[in-house]
Structure formats: C-alpha cells, structure tokens
C-alpha cells in the first residue's frame, strides 16, 4: 500500500498573523513538502491543477519534474491532472516526458476540476464536461498504446498519421487514477479501462464514499478485469496532529474556521464528525484510517492533505514527521495484516513493465 500527500496549492492568509505568502513562497512549499515527504519514508507526492487565484499549480508537469530531478524514490502524481480542458496530445507528451526524466515513477489522475470558470477559459463548455472526460481519455489511451493514431471525435481537430513523442518508457504508459467526488460516470470510466480509482474523500460522509467505490468495484468486474476485490482504489483525507488533541484542536481551528473550502460552514467537530478529516494525536489519525477499510474495502493508496488554508510551511513539515515517524509505519503494518491474498499492490512502473512483458511471453 502507498502512503502520500497530496496539495492543492492555494495561496491563503494565515489567519493567526494575516500574512499571504506570495506565489513565489507557495510554489517553493510545495517543492519543499515534496523532498519532506520522501525523506519521511512517504511514497507518493500529488499536486492538483488549478489555473485561477488562489492556486498557483498551473503547470504540474513542470513541478514534478523540478521534483523528480531531487529525488530519487518518490512517486509523482496528480491530483487532478484536467483531461476536460486540457489537449489529451498534450498530456500524452507531457508527462510520457516527465516519466523519461523520473525513470517511470510517474501516475497521473484524470479529473475535471471544481473550478467551472476553467472551461470558457480554455474554449470549452462546462455542460459537456462528462463528455469531455469520456472523448478526451479515450484519445489519449490510444496515443499511449499506438504508435500511430489516426482519430477523429467531437471536441478536437482529426488525428491523420499522428505519432505523440516521446514514446512511454518501455513503452508502459502510465498508470491512471480516475479521480471524483461525486460523478459514477467517472467510476464507470475508470472501470471500463481497468484503471485506478481515486476519490478524495475529504468533504463527504462514509456512506457517500462507499457507494461510489461500490459502484467501480462492480463494474471493474463486469469488464472482466478481475474481481471486485482486485480493483485498484485511492482515497485522499485529511489531518491535523499534535502530541495532544486539545493543543490539535486549538491550534487548528482559526484555519479551519477561516478556510476559503469550508470556513464559516460547519463547526470543526460536526465536520470532524461526519467526514474523514482527523484533527487530533497520532493515535486517532491511525484508528481513523484504518476505519476507511470498512467502508471502502482494501485499496491501494492513501493520500493526506496537509498543507492548506494558510498553515505555515513549518507546520506542515511537523504534520510530515508525525505521519513518517508515528503514523505511516503502524499503518503499513495493520493494513498489510487485515489484508486477504490476492488483493493486489499499487501499481508501479516496474509492475506494470512486468505485466506487459508475461503477456508478451504469453
């Protein structure tokens, strides 16, 4: 099982000092959680793709190359890598780059924001988004597996002859997370391809959560790639921690009190309460966590969220100490034990380059 963050880049004021960090500061963060992340023992580190204030991921390609030339274990990923609104030829080339220049340790997750407005800025219409999804990864599926392509489809101009360069590594492509809070068309997309699905599960109850892997797993098995049990599921969450939970509640509630995403909603025990967020010692993320097991079977990757609503970056780097040194190392283990044969790892570049070679064999 693999164990991350996963950042969605906004830039917001602390609210105990009410000091904004520039641009500048929060992209450098973001590098900086990354290199903590693997130094913590980590596995994987996620940026999100926003092209609006108060988000200063725009290019993630970029990031995570800057990364990967830093670090020598860490996987990279997305969360969300747009495949409404960006050029599928362009994120086949992009990050079949990046996975040369990190050698394969690269996944994306394909997703279609929550930021409406990116749409018309990038010439596309909102109300074709599940559309969008379902034309533009088909596209790019097949870029990634044929070497020549010719397509011709709704939203883009006709394909003739087209070779994406470079090529994939080994000519694997790589591994697809299909990312939703609350669309079961994509749960059915990321099941038609046998591909991963990710849901973040950061604002909705259990029984929400549950429903929408339910759905996946059903229909991965209805496309015969295996049984329900075999898909490949990823959950996101959220934490904050101190030694003790009253210092972790009351250090943490004027950011959550005043967080552009949930400020001025719910009190922080109602949320608490009723989604995944932890907010509390290392003990209570671990009991919390495992709890997600209940509701959405043994999955593959479990990424935390950290680094938002204005925390100082010294902050998040403490939470990334207590998740490598306290909390990573018990999960690890009692996820492994509760875990039945034949539920698969995560897929990585080197499983994935194995498969592709035994069915060659084969």
Avoid: C
Wanted: glycine share 8%; aromatic share 10%.
């Amino acid at each position: 099982m693999q164990f991350g963050i996963f950042s969605v880049g906004d830039v917001t004021p602390d609210p105990t000092t009410g000091r904004t960090p520039t641009e500048r500061e929060r992209i450098k963060a973001m590098v900086a959680i990354a290199l903590k992340a693997e130094e913590a023992g980590l596995d994987v580190f996620a940026t999100g793709e926003h092209h609006n204030p108060p988000f200063v991921p725009s290019s993630p390609t970029t990031m995570l190359g800057y990364i990967a030339a830093r670090t020598e274990r860490l996987i990279l990923s997305t969360a969300t890598t747009l495949i409404t609104t960006n050029d599928p030829v362009k994120i086949a080339e992009d990050f079949a780059m990046l996975q040369h220049l990190a050698d394969g340790r690269v996944d994306l997750m394909m997703g279609r924001g929550n930021t409406g407005p990116v749409y018309p800025w990038f010439g596309q219409d909102i109300r074709e988004g599940i559309n969008l999804a379902i034309e533009n990864y088909a596209l790019l599926h097949r870029l990634w597996r044929e070497d020549v392509v010719n397509w011709e489809g709704k939203f883009r101009t006709a394909l003739q002859g087209f070779t994406a360069t470079p090529r994939p590594l080994d000519g694997v492509p790589p591994f697809v997370w299909h990312g939703s809070i609350r669309s079961p068309e994509i749960a059915e997309q990321a099941a038609y391809y046998g591909d991963g699905f990710f849901h973040n599960n950061i604002f909705w109850p259990a029984d929400h959560t549950k429903r929408m892997v339910e759905l996946y797993r059903t229909r991965y098995a209805h496309y015969g790639h295996g049984t329900p049990e075999q898909a490949i599921v990823g959950l996101g969450g959220q934490v904050f921690m101190r030694k003790n939970s009253q210092d972790a509640v009351r250090e943490f509630r004027p950011y959550f009190d005043n967080a552009p995403v949930y400020g001025h909603g719910p009190s922080l025990e109602d949320f608490t309460a009723q989604t995944p967020l932890t907010v509390g010692t290392p003990e209570q993320v671990i009991e919390k966590t495992l709890a997600f097991r209940e509701y959405a079977g043994d999955y593959q990757r479990q990424l935390f969220l950290v680094d938002h609503a204005g925390l100082p970056l010294k902050t998040v780097l403490e939470q990334i100490d207590l998740l490598g040194e306290e909390v990573v190392p018990v999960l690890r283990k009692e996820f492994a034990a509760r875990r039945p044969a034949g539920v698969p790892d995560a897929p990585t570049h080197e499983s994935l380059l194995a498969d592709a070679r035994k069915e060659t064999v084969a």
